[in-house]
C-alpha cells in the first residue's frame, strides 16, 4: 500500500508561471517531509524540507506548504526556469523517538516540464 | 569531498550470476541506504544501516544481501540475480541528526538477461 501518493505523474508550465506539485499521505506517523529532485542519469538532489510542527516553509523560489488535516502536501515553485524541467520526489519520515533510522518513504514522482 | 560515489555505474548480468554494488561515501555519515527505483515506483528502501557492522531490511529486502564493515563503504549483493532485479540502484547517507536529508550517489543501471 503507497504510503506517499503523487497523482500526478507528470506536469507542464510555460517559463515564468507557477509550478505546483502536490503530494498525499495516509500515516498521520510522518514528522518529516521533503522534496527531491532528479535529473536523468543522476542521483536525487535534497531541495526542500518541512517539519509537521509548520505549515510553511520558503527558500527562494521554492515554498513548500503542509496541510495535516487533509494528509497533503504541495511544493510552489515561482517563477517556474527551464532549468527545473526534472523529476520531483516528495518523501516522508516516520517519528521514530529514541529508534531513529532516517528512513525515507518516497512517492512514485512527478516529471515537472517547464516549456521556454 | 566526492560525497556519494558508487560502482559501477552500469552492469548487464545474466539470471544467476552474481554481482556486488559499491557504494562509499567520505562525509563521515553514520547512516546509510540502498534503494531502488522502477518506473512509476519512486525509490524504494532495500536495505540500510544505522553504524559500521549494522544492517536492517528495508521496504523490499528479498534478494539483496548487504554489508557494512567499514563507516564509509556499505555493499549490496545479489547472490543470484533474476529479471525481476533489473532497477536503478542508487545509494544514500546522512548523519545520524534527526531530519537531517539523505546525499544520494548518482545511481547504478543493472539488467539481468
Known amino acids: 500500500d503507497q504510503q506517499v501518493k503523487q497523482n500526478s505523474p507528470s506536469l507542464s508550465v510555460q517559463e515564468g508561471r507557477i509550478s505546483i506539485l502536490n503530494c498525499d499521505y495516509t500515516n498521520s506517523m510522518f514528522d518529516y517531509f521533503l522534496w527531491y529532485k532528479k535529473y536523468p542519469a543522476e542521483g536525487p538532489t535534497f531541495l526542500i524540507s518541512i517539519s509537521s510542527i509548520k505549515d510553511k516553509n520558503e527558500d527562494g523560489r521554492f515554498t513548500v506548504f503542509l496541510n495535516k488535516s487533509a494528509k497533503h502536501l504541495s511544493l510552489h515553485i515561482v517563477p517556474s526556469q527551464p532549468g527545473d524541467s526534472a523529476v520531483y520526489f516528495c518523501a516522508a519520515s516516520p517519528w521514530a523517538g529514541s529508534s531513529n533510522t532516517g528512513k525515507l518513504i518516497f512517492g512514485q514522482g512527478t516529471t515537472l516540464q517547464v516549456k521556454p | 569531498n566526492a560525497g556519494v560515489t558508487q560502482t559501477p555505474k552500469f552492469r548487464v548480468l545474466k539470471t544467476g550470476q552474481s554481482m556486488t554494488l559499491l557504494c562509499a561515501q567520505d562525509m563521515n555519515h553514520e547512516y546509510m541506504y540502498w534503494y531502488r527505483q522502477d518506473p512509476g515506483m519512486g525509490l524504494r528502501l532495500i536495505h540500510y544501516s544505522v553504524g559500521e557492522g549494522t544492517t536492517a531490511k528495508g521496504e523490499v529486502p528479498d534478494g539483496y544481501n548487504v554489508s557494512r564493515l567499514k563507516k564509509q563503504n556499505f555493499l549490496l549483493g545479489l547472490e543470484s540475480a533474476a529479471p525481476s532485479q533489473t532497477s536503478v540502484y542508487f545509494c544514500?547517507?546522512?548523519?545520524?541528526?534527526?531530519?537531517?536529508?539523505?546525499?544520494f550517489g548518482p545511481g547504478t543501471r543493472l539488467t539481468v538477461l
Open positions: 544514500a547517507s546522512r548523519d545520524h541528526q534527526e531530519h537531517n536529508e539523505q546525499f
